[in-house]
């Protein structure tokens, strides 16, 4: 993946007036989950904007309230490529994935970001592009080629994921499907069902007229 750098600032007025101000101001309320696992009750200190959210069993999760502006992802966020980002704050840098967007549903702006924390060791599930390469071979008896998965889910190390899944299509015959259990890459796990299809040759009116034709 390609490398996003933002600089956010920490958030500490979480109120609902304060959230209002700032959206007002073009800025973006962002939750950064993926921090530390600690033991509660919390007597260690938090960094600005860091708080811990209990998860049971006496554990808490250590997430950070930040905001960025509207320009700074507007790269990140409109834009079908897949970014590594580097999220600046509070002086130290920590690399993270961006997991939710929610919009307005009126004027389309960003209301709220959720990022999560990713290193060299724990596996990470996120939407990768898919592509397609190759000519099928059920394209060339007449078929139509069509994509029903634009995106898959992988688990893997941020860094093996790759920026699109290239799929072969050089083998697909006419009316025939690829399925997510046919579909396999080195070092990525793909959690979609394995029965979903992701792309098929379909049968189109001409090339289903030539099969009966050559039936008879």
Do not use: W
Not at 41 to 58: C, D, R, S, T
Request: aromatic share 4%.
């Amino acid at each position: 993946m390609k490398t996003f750098q933002l600089v956010a600032e920490p958030r500490v007025d979480l109120g609902k007036k304060a959230t209002k101000a700032l959206r007002a101001e073009g800025k973006i309320p962002v939750v950064l989950n993926g921090g530390a696992i600690v033991e509660l009750p919390f007597n260690g200190k938090l960094e600005a904007g860091q708080k811990v959210v209990e998860i049971g069993n006496n554990k808490g999760l250590i997430t950070t309230d930040l905001v960025v502006t509207q320009d700074a992802v507007r790269k990140l966020v409109y834009t079908p490529d897949i970014y590594a980002v580097e999220l600046e704050f509070n002086g130290h840098k920590t690399m993270a994935v961006l997991k939710d967007i929610q919009f307005d549903p009126v004027k389309d702006t960003i209301l709220h970001l959720d990022f999560l924390e990713v290193n060299d060791t724990k596996p990470v599930v996120i939407e990768v592009p898919v592509k397609l390469e190759g000519h099928a071979e059920g394209v060339k008896a007449g078929g139509k080629l069509s994509l029903s998965m634009k995106k898959l889910k992988v688990r893997a190390i941020y860094t093996n994921v790759p920026e699109r899944l290239v799929i072969n299509v050089d083998n697909l015959g006419l009316g025939k499907t690829m399925q997510v259990a046919d579909i396999h890459f080195e070092g990525l796990e793909l959690v979609n069902a394995k029965n979903a299809v992701v792309c098929a040759v379909q049968l189109t009116r001409a090339a289903r007229g030539a099969a009966q034709a050559a039936a008879k």
